[in-house]
């Protein structure tokens, strides 16, 4: 049963524009929510989080969104530079559990 | 500090071959964690630790699967009599907190069983 999911395996996006990034969660107990970043040949590196006491969360160019009615989070990068380029994983737990639950990933592009 | 270190990088063996990773975590982390990554796919939970403490254990890790933290410190992930399915990124990741703290992950153990 995949409580994460990230329907969009790939973006791609123009310099400068915004990317947005979006996920899923099935599990209502998820009270914690991540962005990682993966490039290739490296492990995955925190971009940033998100309570589920809040709705928006942000750090520099990213910001994170939590609708928990509709059990969707996105993360937003603007304006979106080509060093963005990466596989981003979007993660959850619940207060119960020390584990992280990881959705399948969106490979986002940014071409100049 | 240099961060999660993972060896050896990649493993390459054939099915029924015993396998071990190794995993030093950030020093000051008393949370380390592994997880198995396949092609396509997130990283999905195998264990963790808190300090010498192996306090959870996914339904993934079968009986041929065991991880030591003997001194709470470095930790390692042995894999027996090696399966083809058992190929997979094997990641490791520590953090000085619960995971509503951010995980520092390694670059991970490449493993091919043919």
Redesign the interface.
Known sequence: DQQ?K?NS?SLSVQEGRISILNCDYTNSMF??F?W?KKYP??????LI?I?SIKDKNEDGRFTVFLNKSAKHLSLHIVPSQPGDSAVY?C?A?AGN?????????TRLQVFP | DTG?SQDPRHKITKRGQNVTFRCDPISEHN?L?W?RQTL??????LT?FQNEAQ??K?RLLSDRFSAERPKGSFSTLEIQRTEQGDSAMY?C?SSEG???E???????TQLSVL
Do not use: C, H, M, W
């Open positions: 994460v990230q395996p009270d914690y991540l990682y040949a490296e492990g995955p590196t925190f989080s309570s994983f993660a737990s559990t020390d584990k992280l639950i990881f959705g399948t990933g | 999660v949370r964690y997880y396509g796919q997130g990283p999905e939970f963790y306090l959870e996914s990641l990741a619960p995971s509503n951010k995980l520092f992950f390694g670059s991970g």
